[in-house]
Protein backbone atom coordinates (compact mmCIF):
# COMPACT_ATOMS: atom_id res chain seq x y z
CA UNK A 1 0.00 0.00 0.00
CA UNK A 2 1.47 3.34 -0.69
CA UNK A 3 1.45 5.82 1.92
CA UNK A 4 -1.28 8.35 0.26
CA UNK A 5 -3.16 5.09 0.23
CA UNK A 6 -2.63 4.47 3.78
CA UNK A 7 -3.20 8.00 4.93
CA UNK A 8 -6.45 8.38 2.78
CA UNK A 9 -7.69 5.02 4.54
CA UNK A 10 -6.86 5.86 7.87
CA UNK A 11 -8.21 9.19 7.69
CA UNK A 12 -11.74 8.01 6.16
CA UNK A 13 -11.28 5.51 9.28
CA UNK A 14 -10.66 7.77 11.75
CA UNK A 15 -13.43 10.14 10.27
CA UNK A 16 -16.02 7.41 10.32
CA UNK A 17 -15.38 6.58 13.83
CA UNK A 18 -15.45 10.12 14.94
CA UNK A 19 -18.92 10.36 13.81
CA UNK A 20 -19.99 6.88 15.07
CA UNK A 21 -18.77 8.26 18.50
CA UNK A 22 -21.18 11.44 17.69
CA UNK A 23 -24.52 9.22 17.05
CA UNK A 24 -23.55 6.45 18.94
CA UNK A 25 -24.76 5.93 22.80
CA UNK A 26 -27.36 5.10 25.50
CA UNK A 27 -29.96 8.07 24.77
CA UNK A 28 -30.61 5.86 21.35
CA UNK A 29 -30.78 9.03 19.43
CA UNK A 30 -31.64 9.35 15.32
CA UNK A 31 -29.10 10.58 13.07
CA UNK A 32 -30.87 13.35 11.83
CA UNK A 33 -31.65 14.66 15.09
CA UNK A 34 -28.56 14.27 16.58
CA UNK A 35 -26.83 16.16 13.46
CA UNK A 36 -29.44 19.28 13.96
CA UNK A 37 -28.94 19.35 17.61
CA UNK A 38 -25.17 19.06 17.47
CA UNK A 39 -25.12 21.84 15.10
CA UNK A 40 -28.40 24.12 15.52
CA UNK A 41 -29.37 22.92 19.01
CA UNK A 42 -29.78 24.99 22.18
CA UNK A 43 -30.56 25.16 25.43
CA UNK A 44 -32.34 21.95 24.84
CA UNK A 45 -31.73 18.39 26.99
CA UNK A 46 -30.94 16.49 23.30
CA UNK A 47 -28.51 19.49 22.13
CA UNK A 48 -27.16 19.39 25.66
CA UNK A 49 -26.11 15.80 24.96
CA UNK A 50 -24.94 16.25 22.13
CA UNK A 51 -22.83 19.40 22.47
CA UNK A 52 -21.51 19.12 26.05
CA UNK A 53 -21.45 14.86 26.53
CA UNK A 54 -20.89 13.52 23.31
CA UNK A 55 -19.03 16.22 21.38
CA UNK A 56 -15.91 16.75 24.08
CA UNK A 57 -15.74 12.70 24.48
CA UNK A 58 -15.20 12.19 20.30
CA UNK A 59 -12.76 14.75 20.78
CA UNK A 60 -10.78 13.54 23.37
CA UNK A 61 -10.95 10.39 22.07
CA UNK A 62 -9.04 11.62 19.00
CA UNK A 63 -6.77 13.60 20.61
CA UNK A 64 -5.74 10.98 22.65
CA UNK A 65 -5.50 8.30 20.23
CA UNK A 66 -3.11 10.50 18.18
CA UNK A 67 -0.87 11.27 21.40
CA UNK A 68 -0.40 7.74 22.75
CA UNK A 69 -0.28 6.35 19.07
CA UNK A 70 2.59 9.24 18.18
CA UNK A 71 4.70 8.91 21.23
CA UNK A 72 4.84 5.44 21.07
CA UNK A 73 6.08 5.32 17.98
CA UNK A 74 8.39 7.80 18.73
CA UNK A 75 10.19 6.00 21.60
CA UNK A 76 10.50 2.63 19.18
CA UNK A 77 12.12 4.43 17.03
CA UNK A 78 14.35 6.22 19.62
CA UNK A 79 14.93 3.11 21.31
CA UNK A 80 15.14 1.06 18.54
CA UNK A 81 13.10 -1.63 21.35
CA UNK A 82 9.53 -3.05 19.90
CA UNK A 83 8.68 -3.16 23.50
CA UNK A 84 9.05 0.42 24.15
CA UNK A 85 6.06 2.67 24.76
CA UNK A 86 5.21 6.05 26.05
CA UNK A 87 4.79 5.02 29.91
CA UNK A 88 8.50 4.11 29.93
CA UNK A 89 10.51 7.10 31.23
CA UNK A 90 7.66 7.36 33.88
CA UNK A 91 5.41 10.40 32.62
CA UNK A 92 2.13 8.39 33.03
CA UNK A 93 3.00 6.97 36.32
CA UNK A 94 3.94 10.90 37.34
CA UNK A 95 0.68 12.33 35.79
CA UNK A 96 -1.65 9.45 37.77
CA UNK A 97 0.30 10.29 41.15
CA UNK A 98 -0.64 14.10 40.65
CA UNK A 99 -4.35 13.40 39.98
CA UNK A 100 -4.42 10.23 42.77
CA UNK A 101 -2.92 13.14 45.45
CA UNK A 102 -5.42 15.66 43.93
CA UNK A 103 -8.47 12.93 44.76
CA UNK A 104 -7.04 11.95 48.53
CA UNK A 105 -6.41 15.50 49.38
CA UNK A 106 -9.54 16.67 48.08
CA UNK A 107 -8.25 19.20 45.96
CA UNK A 108 -9.94 17.43 43.28
CA UNK A 109 -13.23 18.67 44.61
CA UNK A 110 -12.57 22.24 45.02
CA UNK A 111 -13.04 23.11 41.20
CA UNK A 112 -13.84 21.32 37.79
CA UNK A 113 -10.29 21.02 36.46
CA UNK A 114 -7.79 20.86 39.59
CA UNK A 115 -7.78 17.02 38.78
CA UNK A 116 -6.52 17.03 35.29
CA UNK A 117 -3.85 20.34 36.35
CA UNK A 118 -2.69 18.22 39.47
CA UNK A 119 -2.14 15.14 36.44
CA UNK A 120 -0.15 17.98 34.62
CA UNK A 121 1.81 19.19 37.49
CA UNK A 122 2.24 15.78 37.79
CA UNK A 123 3.90 15.12 34.72
CA UNK A 124 6.13 17.89 34.83
CA UNK A 125 7.74 17.44 37.92
CA UNK A 126 8.30 13.74 36.74
CA UNK A 127 9.72 15.06 33.37
CA UNK A 128 12.39 17.15 34.87
CA UNK A 129 13.31 14.78 37.50
CA UNK A 130 14.09 12.08 34.26
CA UNK A 131 15.94 14.86 32.26
CA UNK A 132 17.67 15.53 35.45
CA UNK A 133 18.89 11.86 36.27
CA UNK A 134 19.39 11.28 32.78
CA UNK A 135 21.84 14.31 32.28
CA UNK A 136 22.24 16.51 29.22
CA UNK A 137 24.20 13.94 27.33
CA UNK A 138 23.52 10.80 28.55
CA UNK A 139 22.49 7.82 26.33
CA UNK A 140 18.88 6.00 25.62
CA UNK A 141 20.34 3.69 28.04
CA UNK A 142 20.40 6.20 30.77
CA UNK A 143 16.93 7.96 29.80
CA UNK A 144 15.42 4.12 29.81
CA UNK A 145 16.74 3.87 33.20
CA UNK A 146 15.80 7.54 34.46
CA UNK A 147 12.47 6.67 33.50
CA UNK A 148 12.28 3.10 35.33
CA UNK A 149 13.04 4.48 37.88
CA UNK A 150 10.66 7.81 38.33
CA UNK A 151 8.07 5.05 37.18
CA UNK A 152 8.53 2.94 40.12
CA UNK A 153 9.05 5.63 42.30
CA UNK A 154 5.51 7.24 41.03
CA UNK A 155 4.00 3.70 41.24
CA UNK A 156 5.20 2.82 44.62
CA UNK A 157 3.82 6.71 46.36
CA UNK A 158 0.42 6.21 44.84
CA UNK A 159 0.12 2.56 46.39
CA UNK A 160 0.94 4.39 49.56
CA UNK A 161 -1.36 7.30 49.21
CA UNK A 162 -3.88 4.37 48.64
CA UNK A 163 -2.87 2.42 51.67
CA UNK A 164 -3.26 5.18 54.10
CA UNK A 165 -6.03 6.61 52.38
CA UNK A 166 -8.64 6.48 55.21
CA UNK A 167 -11.35 7.04 52.99
CA UNK A 168 -13.07 4.32 51.48
CA UNK A 169 -15.02 6.53 48.79
CA UNK A 170 -12.14 8.71 47.92
CA UNK A 171 -9.83 5.20 47.51
CA UNK A 172 -12.98 3.98 45.04
CA UNK A 173 -13.12 7.11 43.45
CA UNK A 174 -9.01 6.67 43.08
CA UNK A 175 -9.01 3.31 41.87
CA UNK A 176 -12.30 3.95 39.20
CA UNK A 177 -10.14 6.85 37.87
CA UNK A 178 -6.85 4.78 37.01
CA UNK A 179 -9.00 2.66 35.22
CA UNK A 180 -8.81 5.49 32.42
CA UNK A 181 -12.45 6.93 31.15
CA UNK A 182 -13.78 9.47 28.70
CA UNK A 183 -17.07 9.36 30.42
CA UNK A 184 -18.32 12.89 32.17
CA UNK A 185 -15.41 14.78 30.19
CA UNK A 186 -16.63 18.72 29.05
CA UNK A 187 -15.12 20.84 26.43
CA UNK A 188 -13.41 22.57 29.43
CA UNK A 189 -11.06 19.21 29.00
CA UNK A 190 -10.40 20.00 25.60
CA UNK A 191 -9.67 23.25 26.34
CA UNK A 192 -7.09 22.66 28.66
CA UNK A 193 -5.30 19.37 27.54
CA UNK A 194 -5.70 19.71 23.34
CA UNK A 195 -3.04 22.64 22.93
CA UNK A 196 -1.10 20.69 25.30
CA UNK A 197 -1.09 17.52 22.90
CA UNK A 198 -0.33 19.73 19.68
CA UNK A 199 2.53 21.48 21.33
CA UNK A 200 3.62 18.05 21.99
CA UNK A 201 3.05 16.52 18.34
CA UNK A 202 4.91 19.23 17.30
CA UNK A 203 8.26 18.58 18.93
CA UNK A 204 7.68 14.89 18.40
CA UNK A 205 7.36 16.27 14.86
CA UNK A 206 11.26 17.57 15.12
CA UNK A 207 12.95 14.07 15.82
CA UNK A 208 11.48 12.55 12.47
CA UNK A 209 14.39 12.88 10.39
CA UNK A 210 16.87 11.59 13.19
CA UNK A 211 14.21 8.92 14.15
CA UNK A 212 15.37 8.02 9.82
CA UNK A 213 19.01 8.20 10.45
CA UNK A 214 18.99 5.91 13.74
CA UNK A 215 18.29 3.04 11.57
CA UNK A 216 21.77 3.48 10.31
CA UNK A 217 22.91 3.60 14.04
CA UNK A 218 24.29 6.61 16.22
CA UNK A 219 27.72 7.00 14.34
CA UNK A 220 25.66 7.60 11.42
CA UNK A 221 23.24 9.63 12.79
CA UNK A 222 25.94 12.15 14.18
CA UNK A 223 28.18 11.90 10.61
CA UNK A 224 24.89 13.07 9.51
CA UNK A 225 24.99 16.11 11.38
CA UNK A 226 22.31 15.49 13.12
CA UNK A 227 22.34 16.04 17.11
CA UNK A 228 20.96 13.40 19.01
CA UNK A 229 20.84 15.40 22.08
CA UNK A 230 18.28 17.60 20.78
CA UNK A 231 16.36 14.84 19.34
CA UNK A 232 16.53 13.30 22.87
CA UNK A 233 15.00 16.43 24.75
CA UNK A 234 12.39 16.84 21.84
CA UNK A 235 11.24 13.49 22.21
CA UNK A 236 11.45 13.71 25.90
CA UNK A 237 9.14 17.00 26.14
CA UNK A 238 7.13 15.87 23.45
CA UNK A 239 6.03 12.75 24.85
CA UNK A 240 5.91 14.24 28.34
CA UNK A 241 3.52 17.33 27.05
CA UNK A 242 1.18 15.01 25.03
CA UNK A 243 0.99 11.74 27.05
CA UNK A 244 1.00 13.93 30.28
CA UNK A 245 -1.71 15.69 29.25
CA UNK A 246 -3.94 12.67 27.94
CA UNK A 247 -3.29 10.66 31.17
CA UNK A 248 -4.36 13.65 33.24
CA UNK A 249 -7.65 14.33 31.62
CA UNK A 250 -8.49 10.28 30.65
CA UNK A 251 -6.17 8.25 33.52
CA UNK A 252 -4.38 5.34 32.57
CA UNK A 253 -5.20 4.02 28.80
CA UNK A 254 -2.56 1.26 28.29
CA UNK A 255 -1.48 -1.35 24.84
CA UNK A 256 -2.70 1.82 22.27
CA UNK A 257 1.12 3.20 22.25
CA UNK A 258 2.33 -0.34 22.06
CA UNK A 259 0.57 -2.38 20.28
CA UNK A 260 -0.43 0.28 17.09
CA UNK A 261 3.01 0.87 15.92
CA UNK A 262 3.35 -2.59 15.87
CA UNK A 263 0.09 -2.69 13.68
CA UNK A 264 1.18 -0.50 11.13
CA UNK A 265 4.78 -1.01 10.70
CA UNK A 266 4.55 -3.44 7.92
CA UNK A 267 2.35 -1.12 6.20
CA UNK A 268 4.67 1.50 5.79
CA UNK A 269 7.86 -0.28 5.28
CA UNK A 270 9.19 0.10 8.89
CA UNK A 271 10.67 3.85 8.18
CA UNK A 272 10.12 5.59 11.52
CA UNK A 273 9.05 9.37 9.71
CA UNK A 274 6.13 7.51 8.02
CA UNK A 275 5.35 5.32 11.56
CA UNK A 276 5.02 8.49 12.87
CA UNK A 277 1.89 9.68 11.53
CA UNK A 278 0.30 6.32 10.72
CA UNK A 279 0.76 5.36 14.24
CA UNK A 280 -1.30 9.16 14.85
CA UNK A 281 -4.42 8.11 12.70
CA UNK A 282 -3.93 4.51 13.88
CA UNK A 283 -4.10 5.21 17.52
CA UNK A 284 -7.37 7.73 16.74
CA UNK A 285 -9.38 5.53 15.46
CA UNK A 286 -8.55 2.40 18.07
CA UNK A 287 -9.50 4.45 21.26
CA UNK A 288 -12.56 5.87 19.33
CA UNK A 289 -13.45 2.54 18.43
CA UNK A 290 -12.72 1.27 21.98
CA UNK A 291 -14.95 3.71 23.68
CA UNK A 292 -17.75 3.37 21.18
CA UNK A 293 -17.71 -0.57 22.24
CA UNK A 294 -17.51 0.62 25.55
CA UNK A 295 -20.47 2.05 25.60
CA UNK A 296 -22.28 -0.75 23.53
CA UNK A 297 -20.78 -3.86 25.44
CA UNK A 298 -22.01 -2.88 29.14
CA UNK A 299 -23.50 0.53 28.89
CA UNK A 300 -25.26 -0.14 32.41
CA UNK A 301 -22.24 -0.81 34.32
CA UNK A 302 -19.60 1.37 33.54
CA UNK A 303 -16.89 -0.33 31.75
CA UNK A 304 -14.05 1.69 31.99
CA UNK A 305 -12.09 2.26 28.85
CA UNK A 306 -8.85 1.30 29.83
CA UNK A 307 -9.97 -1.98 31.44
CA UNK A 308 -11.28 -2.50 28.02
CA UNK A 309 -8.42 -1.28 26.30
CA UNK A 310 -5.88 -3.76 28.65
CA UNK A 311 -8.17 -6.70 27.39
CA UNK A 312 -7.97 -6.35 24.00
CA UNK A 313 -4.27 -5.13 23.72
CA UNK A 314 -2.65 -7.74 25.70
CA UNK A 315 -3.71 -10.75 23.72
CA UNK A 316 -3.45 -8.55 20.17
CA UNK A 317 0.11 -7.62 21.56
CA UNK A 318 0.67 -11.62 22.88
CA UNK A 319 -0.10 -12.81 19.37
CA UNK A 320 2.07 -9.66 17.49
CA UNK A 321 4.47 -11.42 19.32
CA UNK A 322 4.21 -15.49 18.81
CA UNK A 323 3.68 -14.31 14.86
CA UNK A 324 7.58 -12.29 15.40
CA UNK A 325 9.30 -15.31 16.96
CA UNK A 326 7.86 -17.22 13.73
CA UNK A 327 9.07 -15.36 11.46
CA UNK A 328 12.97 -15.20 13.26
CA UNK A 329 12.93 -18.93 13.56
Excluded at 10 to 34: N, Q, R
Excluded at 225 to 248: I, K, N, P, Q
Amino acid sequence: MTPRALFTSLSVLLVGLFCASLLIGPAGLGIGESLTALIAGEDDPLALVMQEIRLPRAILGALIGVSLGLAGAAMQGYLRNPLAEPGLIGVSGSAALGAVLALQTGVAASFALALPLSGLAGAVIGVLLILMLAGPRGSSMTLILAGIAISALAGALTALVLNLSPNPFATSEIVFWMMGSLADRSMSHVWLAGPIMLVGWGMISLTARTLDALTLGEDATSALGLSLTATRLWLVLGVAASVGAATSVAGAIGFVGLVVPHLMRPLVGARPARLLWASALGGASMVLAADIAVRLVLPDRDLKLGVLMALVGAPLFLHLIYKTRREFA
